[in-house]
């Protein structure tokens, strides 16, 4: 199968939805390339780059449409749509709520699409997940234009001549973009405090450095797809007072909020610019939906009284080249989903495959039917007499109870059996240590609280337990014989594998602490 590769036409874009790395990946996968001749141009690809890794060179876009599969970055154009193969199948950024009219000149031409910007932002696709993977990019490139226009240095300075302090950075949002903002404003020695609707985040933030901002509401932010939900109006009126607030006192205001198929809220008013000094900076990342600044144009730099508003559309177009590994990776990983290039195939069973699938053979397959996924834990926040702030987790569900039973209904089972058989002492005795081991030594080791341990080791801590209770049992009986000299030696194993099991989990929580 041959996969097709043309020049971004649309303005500004510089990307590429093929590196020659990705090139080496896809003939591993059994296609044959063939790229445009110039498509990489952008990017800092030279068609040499591409040859060598195993891609044919195409002199115009005419023979690179017509081939089976066409994988580009942005939504094809008018004039491109005539070009595409009858029957061909188009992988790219699509946008299919708000592209009607393209959707359905692509159903003319009976072709099959797949749209990038859909795929399900689930475990198994986080590999294929186009938006994140540029959302990280994003977040990062703001950082850059911010300190790019603001007039001073992130960090703090201590100089002879005096000090400086370090510049405040308010990000609203903590998705990808907004983590990864936090972290190269961190980087850069900046004082960074975040917001965010969706308390969850809250520990990845001050992981990352960085303060999170609460307010004192009972109501959960959690949207779908990993997207924060529209919040009541009380909720806004809080957080539009909380906004201003911040907007006197921060040097640079990262905002990031976006809401799927809708226009981007808009969370910095003009009253809010004019509040801050001057000489500060707003980047908005949502400006491409409007933006989250009342003043933001898209894709200029606005000057509104001493402040910069930075509204750039193509921030992923400004690290073209790593934007594009990243781009043209997550194509080859999806491409390797559906099959490879010997065994190419739209699974409408494959959940990743069927929620980006908006065309098959030019039949409107969108939107996706919903894959199922568990619901966000609730989380409230409520206010201490003190005036600090802290958060509150629902008391954990009483998950294990058949498992108990199941536990319980053996013993029982057991000692029924146990008893019809034998009435010596020796077995009540023995029974006794059997049925206190499984009880006591699993209850209180497997009901320690998940999040310190993995879910493997609750299990075979659960079981040691059991050991532990049943060998102390035996070993402090007093005699020297077998049975407690067996106890005494289980005392000892089973504790190597309880206290390795919390020390090895205690290592891998630390690898998330900064």
């Known amino acids: ?31 044959e390339v063939l790229v445009e001749s110039g498509a990489g141009r952008g990017a800092g690809f030279a068609d040499a780059d591409y040859q060598a890794a195993g891609a044919e060179i195409a002199a115009d876009a005419t023979a690179v449409w017509n081939c089976e599969l ?17 029957g061909g199948v188009l992988i790219c950024l699509l946008f299919p709520a708000q592209h009607e009219a393209l959707v359905q000149a692509l159903a003319a031409r009976r072709a099959s ?30 950082v850059v234009e911010a300190a790019n226009v603001y007039g001073g240095q992130f960090t703090a300075q201590m100089t002879a001549a005096g000090k400086t302090p370090p510049a405040e950075v308010l990000v609203i949002g903590a998705g990808v973009a907004g983590l990864a903002a936090i972290a190269a404003a961190r980087g850069l020695g900046a004082v960074v405090k975040v917001f965010d609707t969706r308390l969850a985040v809250k520990e990845q933030v001050e992981s990352l450095g960085a303060s999170f901002l609460e307010l004192d509401f009972e109501e959960s932010g959690e949207g779908g797809g990993g997207y924060a939900k529209v919040m009541s109006q009380a909720f806004i009126d809080a957080e539009t007072a909380l ?14 909020a976006l809401i799927p198929e809708k226009r981007a809220p808009v969370l910095i008013t003009t009253e809010m610019v004019e509040m801050m000094k001057t ?41 073209a080249r790593h934007a594009s590994q990243m781009f043209s990776a997550n194509v080859a990983h999806l491409l390797e989903e559906m099959g490879g290039g010997d065994n190419f195939s739209i699974d409408e069973e494959n959940d990743v495959i069927r929620g980006a699938l908006v065309l098959r053979d030019g039949v409107n397959k969108w939107p996706p039917p919903e894959i199922p996924v568990s619901a966000p834990s609730p989380v409230r926040v409520k206010k201490a007499k003190t005036g600090v702030r802290e958060r509150v987790s629902p008391p954990p569900p009483p998950a294990r109870k058949p ?9 029982a089972a ?14 009540i005795q023995h029974f006794t240590v059997f049925v206190l081991a499984c009880f006591i030594g699993w209850q209180v080791v497997w009901s320690v609280t998940p999040a310190l341990h993995t879910p493997l080791m609750s299990v075979t801590n659960a079981i040691s337990g059991i050991i532990l209770v049943g060998g102390l049992l035996k070993g402090a009986s007093g005699e020297v014989d077998l049975a407690t ?14 206290v390795g099991g919390f020390l090895v989990t205690h290592r891998m929580l630390k690898m998330f602490r900064k």
Do not use: W
């Not at 970055?73 to 009858?86: C, H, I, K, Y």
């Not at 005494?488 to 504790?495: G, K, N, P």
């Open 1 to 31: 199968m041959k996969i097709g590769v043309p020049s971004e036409v649309e303005r500004d874009e510089r990307r590429v939805a093929a590196s020659p790395d990705s090139v080496r990946r896809l003939t591993q996968l059994g296609f």
């Open 70 to 86: 066409v994988a580009k970055v942005r939504a094809p154009q008018t004039s491109e749509v005539g070009l595409l193969r009858e």
């Open 113 to 142: 699409v797949i749209a990038l910007d859909a795929i399900p932002r689930i475990s198994r696709a986080q590999k294929m997940d186009v938006l994140s993977s540029m959302a990280n990019i994003t977040g990062y490139r703001a």
């Open 243 to 256: 906004f201003c607030e911040q907007a006197k006192r921060v040097d640079v205001i990262i905002t990031t």
């Open 279 to 319: 000489g500060s900076v707003i980047v908005d990342l949502a400006a491409e939906q409007g933006g989250n600044c009342a003043l933001t144009e898209p894709g200029e730099l606005v000057d509104h009284g001493g402040v910069k508003i930075v509204g750039y559309t193509d921030l992923t177009s400004r690290l």
């Open 403 to 411: 498992l108990s039973r199941a536990i319980a209904s053996l013993v």
């Open 414 to 427: 057991i000692g029924l059996a146990g008893l019809a058989l034998y009435t010596t002492q020796e077995f």
């Open 485 to 498: 000299l067996l106890g005494t030696v289980a005392v000892f194993v089973a504790s190597i594998n309880v």
